[in-house]
């Protein structure tokens, strides 16, 4: 039997997590957008190394000037997938909130921040300095597009094989 790990995603409003969610499990994309109300959760087993993972994911409603992140939703996570809209710089700023509220609620679990939008290179927004600013953060920074696919399984692979490194706790809900 596969461990199970709880992985929130987090994010601002319209990063794209839910598309990044949608790929990742079902391997589809759409181009219509629907803003997640409260928390949608999905799953997916991984095969990390020598052993499977089962990644219990709660993708959450963004956070934006009208809504916080829920509490409630963080507690017993394993990681997070804190995702960053590479076409906007403030949704760098708007993660780096969040993972400090994710933090302070669990502890310091293992972490990966998505780069999404890799596909909108001319709109670009990202640069070095933002990079290496989530790095000092404690994040893996990967670049990934959910229209795509490219990198997706490698930002959730990441954080799978971060977590069974550092013996997050199961999930047992």
Do not use: H
């Not at 990063?15 to 969610?21: A, F, Q, Y």
């Amino acid at each position: 039997m596969a461990a199970r790990r709880k992985v929130c995603v987090l994010g601002a409003t319209g990063v794209g997590k839910t598309s990044l969610v949608a790929r990742f499990v079902r391997s589809i994309f759409s181009e219509a957008y629907r803003t997640t109300i409260g928390v949608t959760i999905e799953t997916r087993r991984v095969r990390c190394d020598d052993g499977e993972l089962d990644l219990i994911l709660w993708d959450l409603s963004g956070e934006d000037e009208f809504q916080a992140v829920q509490n409630s939703y963080l507690r017993g996570s394993a990681g997070w997938l804190l995702v960053i809209d590479g076409t906007r710089r403030l949704t760098a700023e708007t993660g780096l909130r969040l993972l400090a509220t994710a933090r302070a609620t669990v502890g310091d679990v293992p972490s990966v921040a998505v780069l999404n939008k890799a596909d909108l290179t001319a709109a670009w927004d990202i640069d070095d300095a933002v990079e290496a600013r989530l790095r000092r953060a404690g994040l893996c920074v990967t670049r990934a597009s959910a229209k795509t696919g490219a990198g997706v399984e490698t930002a959730f692979n990441t954080l799978a094989r971060a977590m069974l490194a550092s013996d997050a706790p199961a999930w047992r809900g």
